[in-house]
Structures are given as structure tokens and as C-alpha cells.
């Protein structure tokens, strides 16, 4: 007698340019009309409907739409990719009072430890979507992927009364590139950090996309060979990731946001701490006989020791300055600095041989 289960029935396998576009703009139960489709910037991100901070928000708004001018039909899902450190959200809506027809496809970003705020701005989608469609509450669907569409499958399904479908992390992933990749114009983009004055250069939009590596950035990251639609396989990967950024600077700096961070990041310089083979070679030097430039990191953080050292001989002699300097001060505080006309402030009690913020200069 065979007691085996019966074996899980797998989807079909896309072969086809034609099929390939099928998976893309039909994901089992919703079609979308992608024609004509290009990005809009809103300037700075927001928090809808509201003035408060995104922090009391606990989600932010991204400012970048896609515009769907040729899409018609009402859509009645809510898009939902919850990973580990973040939550990400996706909706349509219409744009009243708009010339033209069509709508906007919205991206939102929630940090996963707030998942029930996640999950209450869903719930006032659907409030919307009923009274903008005359529709009952059991219509709306939530489209769910990522490790928290199982962790978090009963509490949504709960909170909204409606349908979760869960999909497969890695196919979302895949056929959601080959929309930005065959669909959305100036998203690919090769990077050519030689030429400070265009860093940036687009690429035509193309079908022949496969053979490629995805190289997938969330809390950890994951390396995929992908060949077609559905048929990719994993590689490799780090646990060094998202999650690690996050942790690291949640420690170093007073960022209170993931977006808090990577502002900070976006705006300090790496070649105060990182070791360039510019540092090595000399200024203005490359190791261009196998392509490395002057600014490509050699070290990460393999300037960090040599400052830590400064830092501590610093500290030292301004120890010594203050016992040996007139005033007779007990601490080393910003009153006594002053006095001495000095502008540099020593934490050497805290044991800190360098303030967080050195590390942006």
C-alpha cells in the first residue's frame, strides 16, 4: 500500500516571449493593462491623508508612482510583500478630477515590527474601495508573499475578513523584474563609477533579458540564477544584509527609521572610514590593469583603526592638557573647553574615542 501524498501540483512552466508576458501582467486572477505605463515623481516622499511624521505614521510613502494611463478596470487587490525587516505595500487607485483615464499604483513601506499598522491601512482600503465601488467587503483580495505571508497569514486574514493568497517569494520576485525590465522605461541602468560627471546610463527596455544573475538585497541577501519566468535556481547568498545595515547603524547613530538611515548613509562619505585603493596606489592612482579604479573599496572600515588610534592619542594629550592647564578643572567639561578656547570636546570618561558622527564627515 502507498501512503505517500500525492505530489504538490507545480504551475506551467512559461516557454515563450508570449507566455512570459502573460505571467507578468496576469498573476492568476487580476489582468493589468501595463501599456503606456512611466513613473512619477511627487517630489518628496509622504504619508498620505496626513501631516504627521512618518515615524507616527509608522509607514512612509514612496514619492515614485507608476502611472497606469490605459488601465480601466477596477482592481480589487492589495499587494503585500512582507519580508523581515520591512513590509511593503502596493494598491491602485484612480485620480479624480484626472483629464485622462487610467490610474496609479502606489508604493508603501512599513517596518514588519508594525505589522497591525500595516494591516489597519489595508483595512481602510477597503473601507475606500467599497464606498468608491459600490463593493462588498468579501471582494477585496490581499495578494501576499515573503516569509511574514505565512507568519502573519491568520491575523490579516482576521483583521480584513477577506481572501489572502500567498505566492511564492521568488516567482513574485522574478516576474515583478521582468515588469520593470520589459515594461517601465530608464529602470535599468549600468553604473560607471570612473565617470563622476554621468555615473548613471540607462539601457533600452529589451524581451532577451535571460540568461541573468538577481542579486536580491532584503534583511540577508540571496544570489539567483534565473533562465526564464519560473525556471531560476538560488546560488548563494549572505546573511549580511538589510537587516545588518540597519542593526549596525541603530547602534552607531540616533536614526530612528529605516529611511532615517539611509539618508544618513546616503549623505556621509565611505572614504573617511573605507580603505580605496586610491589610498593605496596614491591620489589620482588606480590598479587599472584589472579594472579597479581609484575610488573602489579595497577594505571596508580599513580606515577605522588608524582613526580610532588619532582619536586616542588625541585624547590622551587633551588629558594631559587639562591636568597640566591653568584653571585647575576635575572633569573635562564644555565649560572648561571654552575656557581653554578650545573646540574639540573629549568623551573620555564614556570610554567613546569618537562621536558616530565623525564617520559622516
Known amino acids: ?41 511627487n517630489g518628496e516622499a509622504q504619508s498620505p491623508a496626513s501631516d504627521s511624521s512618518v515615524e507616527e505614521q509608522g509607514y512612509e510613502h514612496d514619492r515614485r508612482d507608476i502611472r497606469l494611463p490605459n488601465h480601466t478596470s ?24 484626472a483629464k485622462e483615464p487610467g490610474g496609479r499604483l502606489h508604493f508603501l513601506r512599513f517596518e514588519t515590527e508594525k505589522i497591525d499598522t500595516c ?14 465601488n459600490g463593493g462588498k467587503q468579501s471582494e477585496l483580495c490581499v495578494m501576499a508573499t515573503g516569509g511574514g505571508a505565512f507568519k502573519y497569514y491568520d491575523r490579516i486574514k482576521e483583521r480584513l475578513g477577506v481572501d489572502v493568497m500567498r505566492e511564492d517569494e521568488m516567482e513574485c520576485l522574478i516576474q515583478g523584474l521582468d515588469f520593470f525590465i520589459t515594461e517601465i522605461p530608464n529602470e535599468v541602468f549600468t553604473y560607471h563609477d570612473e565617470d563622476q560627471d554621468n555615473l548613471i546610463h540607462y539601457t533600452d527596455a529589451r ?15 540571496s544570489m539567483i540564477k534565473v533562465e526564464g519566468p519560473s525556471k531560476f535556481q538560488r546560488i548563494g547568498g549572505t546573511s549580511l544584509g538589510g537587516g ?28 573617511t572610514v ?34 580610532k588610534r588619532e582619536a586616542e592619542q588625541n585624547a590622551e594629550d587633551g588629558q594631559l592638557q587639562h591636568e597640566d592647564g591653568p584653571g585647575g578643572y ?5 565649560e572648561g573647553a571654552a575656557k581653554q578656547q578650545s573646540d574639540r570636546k573629549f568623551d573620555i570618561g564614556e570610554g567613546r574615542m569618537f562621536a558616530p558622527q565623525d564617520i559622516s564627515r
Open 244 to 271: 545588518t545595515l540597519w542593526g549596525l547603524l541603530s547602534l552607531l547613530t540616533g536614526a530612528r527609521t529605516f529611511d532615517d538611515m539611509l539618508a544618513m548613509a546616503d549623505a556621509g562619505d565611505n572614504s
Open 1 to 41: 500500500m502507498n501512503d505517500r501524498p500525492p505530489p504538490l501540483k507545480r504551475r506551467r512552466v512559461s516557454s515563450s516571449a508570449e507566455d512570459m508576458q502573460h505571467s507578468i501582467v496576469d498573476p492568476g486572477t487580476i489582468k493589468i493593462n501595463v501599456s503606456g505605463a512611466y513613473i512619477i515623481d
Open 74 to 97: 477596477v482592481v480589487s487587490h492589495v499587494a503585500a510583500d512582507i519580508g523581515g525587516s520591512l513590509a511593503k505595500v502596493v494598491y491602485f487607485s484612480r485620480e479624480p478630477g
Open 330 to 334: 576635575d572633569t573635562a567639561t564644555p
Open 274 to 307: 573605507d580603505l580605496l585603493v586610491g589610498d593605496i596606489y596614491g591620489q589620482g592612482m588606480g590598479y587599472d590593469k584589472i579594472g579597479l579604479s581609484e575610488r573602489t573599496i579595497a577594505s571596508s572600515f580599513g580606515k577605522v583603526f588608524k582613526r
Open 207 to 221: 524581451a532577451d533579458v535571460y540568461p541573468y544573475l538577481l542579486v536580491n538585497i532584503g534583511s540577508g541577501v
Open 119 to 132: 494591516i489597519e491601512f489595508m483595512r481602510e482600503l477597503q473601507k475606500k474601495q467599497r464606498r468608491a
